[in-house]
């Protein structure tokens, strides 16, 4: 679950909006991201859009090395790359990004 403030202080939706996103996942059905446009407003590469999409899914970065092909130091360094461009200092902060980007609506 992941609860985000949500407040209108300049009146663009109605009234001044103060409230609340409440996203609630359900870990048994993940859905599939489609990160293309999370990708485009961040500028990540390619490489860094894969690497995102295995941070989402919780890959280890030995994990992520042994899919990229790399070595360890290097894939702890792309991970941090992508971090660093979303602008977040962790991979929770990142997946919370994420999901207020691109909200797993059914």
Not at 23 to 30: F, G, L
Not at 47 to 59: H, K, P, S
């Amino acid at each position: 679950m992941d609860i985000a403030p949500i407040s209108d202080s300049d009146s663009e939706v109605d009234q001044g909006l103060d409230g609340a996103l409440v996203t609630i996942i359900d870990p048994e059905r993940i859905p599939y991201l489609r990160l293309e446009r999370f990708t485009e407003l961040y500028g990540l590469t390619q490489a860094e859009t894969d690497v995102c999409r295995w941070i989402a899914e919780g890959a280890s970065i030995a994990e992520i090395a042994e899919r990229r092909g790399t070595s360890p130091t290097t894939a702890k360094n792309q991970v941090s790359m992508v971090l660093s461009k979303a602008g977040v200092g962790s991979r929770l902060e990142f997946i919370r990004l994420i999901l207020r980007v691109l909200p797993p609506v059914a």
